[in-house]
């Protein structure tokens, strides 16, 4: 049971155009997610985030949009560059104490010059 | 500022020989310490979690095991490795209430 879904393992954007990543989750207990980037042999590095009260969440070019009763969340980067290139992971947690994350599968962004 | 290890990076083991892998938090007390394993071109699963010493949440039944002696330091194990533990860990930690988990650089294990 995959409770955070993203359902593009890769996406192929040209530079300085938009990259628009997308989740999907299951579990309405869900209230805080993120967005991590993350490089071949190394860990997640954290992006950003955002609570369940907020529909948007904005941070230099990253900016990430909630939809609850779609059970959806996308990332934004604008304008794209070629060091975004690596895979994006959302993840979700319904903050049960021990702040247990669940993570999607990853896509892979590839930012073409 | 804090900042997470780990070590070994990589690890080539033999099928049945046992594992030991750590991770030390700096900068930071009373973290939430977590083992995530990454199999290859798969997602991110939580293998263990910590909210403070001596205690250890199992998230999936498995041939590994987790301790936590100290307020900081986080070990993965396992006696006997099977061909289906290769794979790339992570430790991560967080300070409760943030829900933001950081991540080390991971070990890359491989099991022949």
């Known amino acids: 049971d995959q409770q955070v879904k993203q359902n593009s393992p890769s996406l192929s954007v040209q530079e300085g155009r938009i990259s628009i990543l997308n989740c999907d989750y299951t579990n309405s207990m869900f209230d805080y997610f993120l967005w991590y980037k993350k490089y071949p042999a190394e860990g997640p590095t954290f992006l950003i985030s955002?609570?369940?009260?907020?529909d948007k969440n904005e941070d230099g070019r990253f900016t990430v949009f909630l939809n609850k009763s779609a059970k959806h969340l996308s990332l934004h980067i604008v304008p794209s560059q070629p060091g975004d290139s690596a895979v994006y992971f959302c993840a979700a947690s319904a903050r049960q104490g021990a702040q247990k994350l669940v993570f999607g599968q990853g896509t892979r962004l590839t930012i073409n010059p | 500022s804090q900042t997470i290890h780990q070590w070994p990076a990589t690890l080539v083991q033999p099928v049945g020989s046992p594992l030991s892998l750590e991770c030390t938090v700096e900068g930071t007390s009373n973290p939430n310490l977590y083992w995530y394993r990454q199999a290859a071109g798969r997602g991110l699963q939580l293998l263990f979690y910590?909210?403070?010493?001596?205690?250890i949440s199992s998230e999936v039944p498995q041939n590994l095991s987790a301790s936590r002696p100290q307020d900081r330091q986080f070990i993965l194990s396992s006696k006997k490795l099977l061909l289906s533990d290769s794979g790339f860990y992570l430790c991560?930690?967080?300070?409760?209430?943030?829900?933001?988990?950081?991540f080390g650089p991971g070990t890359r294990l491989t099991v022949l």
């Open positions: 955002i609570s369940s009260i907020k």
């Open positions: 910590s909210v403070g010493i001596g205690q």
């Open positions: 991560a930690w967080s300070v409760p209430p943030s829900d933001t988990q950081y």
